[in-house]
């Protein structure tokens, strides 16, 4: 239920926000909940909605920057013990 609030919530934002609020809650999302694959989602929506079509991968750079982002905190939050 938490990670759907959070899903709807960030989807908002996205869409009404200035980035400078929606991407901290993105990496946020990504620290504390398990596998956060919304993130990748988010990333290709923000690249579509405001990102530019040329450019190396089609203009997907958040995208590419979530899923790195992702494929890399899944072995520092097996380190570090979040309860969410």
Do not use: C, Q
Not at 15 to 24: F, K, T
Not at 28 to 44: H, K, N, S, T
């Amino acid at each position: 239920m938490i990670r759907l609030l959070s899903f709807i919530f960030v989807t908002l934002l996205i869409v009404s926000a200035p980035y400078w609020l929606y991407v901290p809650v993105i990496l946020v999302g990504i620290i504390l909940f398990p596998f956060y694959i919304e993130a990748m989602f988010f990333g290709f929506l923000i690249d579509t909605l405001y990102g530019s079509s040329h450019g190396f991968l089609w203009g997907f750079y958040f995208a590419l920057i979530a899923t790195l982002l992702v494929y890399f905190a899944v072995p520092l939050r097996k380190r570090f013990r979040f309860n969410v």
